[in-house]
């Protein structure tokens, strides 16, 4: 069974910096594809960032260039660096993770793994 465990949430002003950490258990950690997803009260869960296990990372339009997401194979880690953070990016954080190439990695039903999410909290 894969568990996710975030950490590094927290409240922050806008403008500031956050890293979000997700411990990965499992043996074949280098296989997954790695996800970040938010969901702010009232909305649903929506795509923030992806890292393939080759790499190939991707972002929703409205973190590029502010967020990086990173994976550590030696650690089993999946990270979020959150940078001019904006009150917008309020949610509980999630990672994820699935096995297996997809197109769809935006789509939280693509994943079987969830962790128990994280609260960013940027005031005005």
């Known amino acids: 069974q894969v568990q996710l465990v975030e950490s590094g949430g927290g409240l922050v002003q806008a403008g500031g910096s956050l890293r979000l950490s997700c411990a990965v258990s499992?043996?074949?950690?280098?296989?997954?594809?790695l996800g970040w997803f938010r969901q702010a009260p009232g909305k649903e869960r929506e795509f923030v960032a992806f890292?393939?296990?080759?790499?190939?990372?991707y972002y929703t339009d409205s973190v590029k260039g502010r967020f990086t997401i990173s994976r550590d194979n030696a650690e089993n880690t999946v990270n979020l660096q959150m940078n001019s953070l904006k009150p917008e990016d309020t949610a509980l954080y999630y990672c994820?993770?699935?096995?297996?190439?997809?197109?769809?990695?935006?789509?939280?039903?693509?994943?079987?793994?969830w962790g128990q999410g994280t609260q960013v909290t940027v005031s005005s």
């Open positions: 994820a993770a699935r096995q297996g190439y997809t197109t769809s990695y935006d789509v939280p039903a693509r994943y079987p793994y």
């Open positions: 499992g043996r074949t950690f280098s296989n997954y594809e």
């Open positions: 890292v393939r296990s080759g790499g190939i990372r």
